[in-house]
């Protein structure tokens, strides 16, 4: 199994900056893809930003320019530079990644627990 725990939500002011963490643990040998998605209240979840094991990134529209994924794979942690940020970004983040348990085994998904990032006009 693998657990994923993010950190550093909160309240912010808009035009401030907050920094996601999500640092995966347990059962890897590697992983793949990681991303950030977030979901507002009555919203359906969506995609923010995602990175590969090689650094490839790509970010929804409404966050390019203000956002930036990074990964430390090391650490097996991810994590989401949010700057500028505006009341639209108001949402739970959840991070994910794309695990491999065991070297030759499928990649499996895991999902974090989620943190709240409100941002007040």
């Known amino acids: 199994q693998v657990q994923l725990v993010e950190s550093g939500g909160g309240l912010v002011q808009a035009g401030g900056s907050l920094r996601l963490s999500c640092a995966a643990s347990?059962?890897?040998?590697?992983?793949?893809?990681m991303g950030w998605y977030r979901q507002a209240p009555g919203k359906q979840r969506e995609l923010v930003a995602r990175?590969?094991?090689?650094?490839?990134?790509n970010y929804a529209d409404s966050v390019k320019g203000r956002f930036t994924i990074s990964r430390d794979n090391a650490k097996n942690t991810v994590y989401l530079q949010m700057n500028s940020l505006k009341p639209e970004d108001t949402a739970v983040y959840y991070c994910?990644?794309?695990?491999?348990?065991?070297?030759?085994?499928?990649?499996?998904?895991?999902w974090g627990q989620g943190t709240q990032v409100t941002v007040s006009s």
């Open positions: 347990g059962s890897i040998f590697s992983i793949n893809v």
């Open positions: 994910n990644a794309d695990v491999i348990n065991v070297r030759g085994w499928a990649p499996s998904l895991y």
């Open positions: 990175i590969t094991s090689g650094d490839s990134t």
